[in-house]
């Protein structure tokens, strides 16, 4: 049978999902570990998670710092017999610090977990900011930093979350030349002993999990001293204190112009928060959303433009960006109040909305494919306090949501009065 090419196939829209249900236990000390075990390949990823993220800092780029020098040296190794042990086993180091959390990563293959995992814990409880290797990172750090520094989309960016957060909140505060150049290395020693070694820590574990790679991390992990909670008052921020006064910052000689537009939200677990969702998806979330037919097929004016719903621990955040032809800045701009005035005033057709639910169902579950996915989806519920059904119930809370969710949604959290406006380059 001859296949007819202009009839397009039958499709069934995804309804729900079954995710892979996470195994949550203790270790020996007390620390949670959660386990999402899959046998398909002989991998294994070891998260560990600690509140110590720049929320904990005083000064920009403190944790970064803590958490970047962890392995450049420890009492008994130096950075490059530490970087020589991971190779030797195949295995892989990420450090990460965020807003709200750093975390110590490794990927390795099962039979490597009994040697990989000491050398977690000696970064952990051992580092030791040898002073060469703090300069080093500090070198490279800066040489990044006056090259983003020169970029209209980091300008913007940097202003753009200092006027929406304030400069003084945790969220609002960014790297700078300034900064990390007089950084002492005692901040970020500091830093590793308040927050980061003896600190409460949670481990994730993905992959090819079996009772014995679980009984080798309590054997490990499941070991390290731990100390009391971080204090309550350092806990603290000043109240997010956000200017919706629109700002150029002019960038001589620059062809384009860097657009950033939005606003401070709120956190995953708002009653609006799956209406927000949908409603960004419409206006510019995705490759056929209003933007992108306007701005970038219609007018030409960019590549790509954008919108998106962020959530920190503390806040949200709804932001919408672009980079476009320094001629066209004010016409994109307009252009993009025009697709917000409409979503305002006229009511999404259903066809279109429903392609949208479709789309954002189908992201989901392709989102799932690896252990380590959903891993990184369940943090989200393991690490904000997210209710427990917060995945199992993403497509039936997506599909629920209506045309009039959608208008009362821009209507309410959209208005112009509300949105923060940062230009960078040439208007």
């Known amino acids: ?16 999902i079954r995710l892979a249900s996470v195994d949550t236990q203790q270790l020996s000390n007390g620390a949670p570990l959660y386990i999402v075990a899959f046998d398909q390949q002989p991998v294994i990823r070891v998260e560990v998670n600690i509140d110590a993220g720049a929320w904990y800092e005083t000064q920009p780029a403190t944790a970064f710092f ?18 020589d042990a991971f190779d030797r086993y195949g295995a892989f180091l990420e450090l990460n610090s965020g807003f709200d959390r750093g975390s110590l990563v490794v990927y390795c293959q099962p039979k490597h977990l009994a040697s990989v995992l000491p050398l977690m814990a000696e970064l952990l409880t051992e580092a030791t900011y040898p002073e060469k290797e703090f300069e080093d990172l500090r070198t490279i750090t800066l040489q990044n930093l006056k090259v983003s520094y020169e970029k209209t989309s980091h300008l913007a960016s940097v202003r753009f979350r200092q006027k929406l957060y304030g400069s003084a909140h945790p969220y609002g505060r960014s790297q700078h030349p300034d900064t990390v150049g007089t950084l002492p290395r005692t901040e970020a020693i500091a830093f590793y002993n308040q927050f980061i070694r003896q600190q409460p820590f949670r481990v994730l574990l993905a992959g090819q999990v079996t009772l ?38 002019e960038k001589a000689g620059s062809l384009q112009s860097t657009i950033r537009l939005g606003r401070v939200l709120f956190k995953r677990d708002h009653p609006d928060f799956y209406k927000m969702l949908v409603t ?5 979330g995705y490759f056929g959303s209003r933007l992108m037919k306007n701005i970038r097929e219609d007018k030409g004016f960019t590549y790509g433009i954008s919108s998106n719903v962020g959530a920190f621990r503390e806040a949200g955040q709804f932001l919408i960006g672009t980079d476009v032809k320094r001629e066209f800045t004010q016409q994109t701009i307009d ?3 025009k697709e917000i005035n409409k979503l305002q005033t006229e009511p999404v057709p259903a066809d279109e ?29 393991l690490l904000d306090g997210l209710p ?7 497509i039936s809370r997506i599909r629920a949501v209506t045309v009039d969710d959608v208008q009362q ?9 509300s949105l923060v406006e940062v230009i960078a380059g040439n208007k």
Do not use: C, H
Not at 360 to 381: C, H, Q, W
Not at 388 to 394: C, G, I, P, R
Not at 409 to 417: D, G, K, N, P
């Open 1 to 16: 049978m001859l296949l007819d090419r202009t009839i397009a196939p039958d499709y069934q829209p995804v309804q729900d």
């Open 388 to 394: 427990v059904d917060f995945l199992s119930s993403y």
């Open 335 to 337: 252009e993009i109040w």
């Open 280 to 284: 960004n998806e419409i206006l510019g």
């Open 212 to 249: 014995t790679e679980t009984a080798l991390v309590n054997e490990i992990l499941g070991q390290l001293p731990i100390r009391a909670n971080v204090p309550d008052t350092v806990l603290k921020a000043p109240a997010i204190v956000t200017d919706t006064t629109p700002e150029l910052i």
């Open 66 to 83: 803590a958490w970047k020098m962890l392995a450049e040296g420890t009492t008994s190794r130096s950075s490059a017999q530490i970087s």
């Open 409 to 417: 949604i821009a209507q309410t959290y959209l208005t112009q009065e």
């Open 353 to 381: 909305l429903m392609t949208v639910q479709n789309y954002m169902a189908g992201e989901f579950v392709g989102s799932l494919n690896t252990p380590f996915e959903i891993a990184d989806r369940y943090k989200l519920i």
